[in-house]
Every structure is written in structure tokens, then in C-alpha cells.
């Protein structure tokens, strides 16, 4: 039978100043034990119940300090991957910059806190790994080649340490998210929601972001569910 102890849980957020990042941390702080980590955005509204500490993902000695220093507080932790950087370019345009940029924020980061806080999960006989994916890591739209590599790579990441940590309470696991009502949405033009995106999505709306707490909350209580990608995108056909 599945574990259900989750009262007891630590909820680490990477990018809870983010939209959803944001809205995960209102949705689980009377739940969890809620820690999150912002960098260049400042969380909208620091809430007394919850610790946050500023983090460069791409500063890997930071991260290791961030893993090292939070690592003894963790009983049964619960690693929620929001943080993420979009830009848009086409291939050929792409720079080094941005490429580089983009899969250090939106995978090496999780790789690093995997690599950072993976002992400590094994010691204590549980983890559960949740990586925030997206519909573009299998639905490709033009200028999204940065981004759609990096989100399909946690995919893989998610199920390389599913496989290595089975036996020890662990489980990896990423939600290919689609279009919802808070994150990235908020800088797409009105004109090209309604004329593109809004069509492509079968259920006609945007996500309404209970849909990832409620998927989040079933990866954190489901022992038997581990190496999966849950898709979370209205039914758009491809992804």
C-alpha cells in the first residue's frame, strides 16, 4: 500500500517566486514544511510560514552549499523542480548565451539538486523527485529549441534516477505541463493565445493550476508510480 504520511513532509520549491512556483507554495505551506528558492524575481509576497533563500541554479558551488545546508533538516523530502528560463529563438539564431543559459537553469539545476539531495533521501529511505516539464519537450513550436531540449531532458533525468533508487522509497518523476493560468502565459500576447494557442488545446481553455497541485500531491502519495511523465495539457494531440 501506498505511503500517505505526508503531513510530515518537507516541500523544497526551486523557482517559488515563479508563477506556479508561487502557487505551489500557497497550496501546500499548510501542508508541508515549505522551502523555496527564487533568484533574479523576488517572491511577490514572503509568507511567514515559509523559508526562502536566494539560489543561483548555475552556481554549482552554491547549489552543493543549498543541498549540503538543508540536507540534515529533510525527514521525508519532497523536491518540486519549478524554476525555468524561456527564450525565444529560432535555431539559427539561437546564441551561445541563451542556449547555454537555458539548460543550465532549466536542467543542470536538477540535475545538481538530484545529485545534491539524493543521499539524503537514501538515508532516510524516501524521496520523491518531481520535475515541472512541458508540452514543448514533445510538441515543438518554432524559437523553442533551448527550451523544448532542456524540459524533454528532465524526462530522462527523471527516469535515470527512478531506476537507480527504486529500492530505497525514491521516486522521479516529471509533469509535462500545458498551457495553465499562471507562469509563462502571463508574457504571450493576447492576439496569438486566441488565435493559437487556445485553439490547439481540445478542452478550449487555459489549465486551471489545481491541476498541478492535485498531480503533485498524487506523485507525492503513490510509491508505485516512479520513471513517468504525466501529461497535464487539456488533451493536445502529439504530446
Not at 39 to 55: F, I, M
Request: net charge neutral; charged share 15%.
Amino acid at each position: 500500500m501506498a505511503e500517505n504520511n505526508t503531513q510530515k513532509a518537507q516541500l523544497v520549491i526551486l523557482g517559488a517566486s515563479g508563477g506556479i512556483g508561487q502557487y505551489l507554495v500557497h497550496a501546500f505551506r499548510s501542508q508541508y514544511q515549505v522551502f523555496g528558492t527564487y533568484h533574479s524575481q523576488e517572491p511577490s509576497e514572503r509568507l511567514p510560514d515559509v523559508e526562502y533563500q536566494k539560489l543561483e541554479l548555475t552556481d554549482r558551488p552554491a547549489v552543493a552549499g543549498f543541498c549540503s545546508e538543508i540536507a540534515g533538516r529533510l525527514q521525508r523530502p519532497v523536491v518540486v523542480y519549478a524554476a525555468g528560463i524561456s527564450p525565444n529563438n529560432v535555431v539559427h539564431k539561437c546564441t551561445d548565451a541563451d542556449w547555454d543559459l537555458t539548460l543550465d537553469v532549466n536542467l543542470t539545476g536538477a540535475m545538481l539538486i538530484a545529485r545534491g539531495l539524493l543521499p539524503r533521501m537514501r538515508e532516510v529511505g524516501f524521496g520523491r523527485f518531481i520535475f515541472l516539464s512541458s508540452v514543448l519537450s514533445r510538441t515543438m513550436v518554432p524559437g523553442s529549441a533551448a527550451y523544448s531540449v532542456s524540459k524533454a531532458g528532465l524526462g530522462a533525468l527523471a527516469r535515470v534516477i527512478a531506476v537507480e533508487n527504486a529500492k530505497k522509497g525514491i521516486t522521479a518523476n516529471t509533469l509535462a505541463l500545458g498551457y495553465h493560468e499562471v507562469g509563462i502565459i502571463s508574457s504571450v500576447p493576447q492576439a496569438f493565445l486566441e488565435e493559437k494557442v487556445l485553439p490547439s488545446i481540445p478542452v478550449g481553455r487555459l489549465g486551471n493550476p489545481a491541476n498541478i497541485r492535485n498531480a503533485v500531491q498524487f506523485l507525492v502519495d503513490s510509491d508505485y508510480v516512479t520513471g513517468a511523465t504525466l501529461d497535464i495539457n487539456g488533451g493536445i494531440i502529439g504530446a
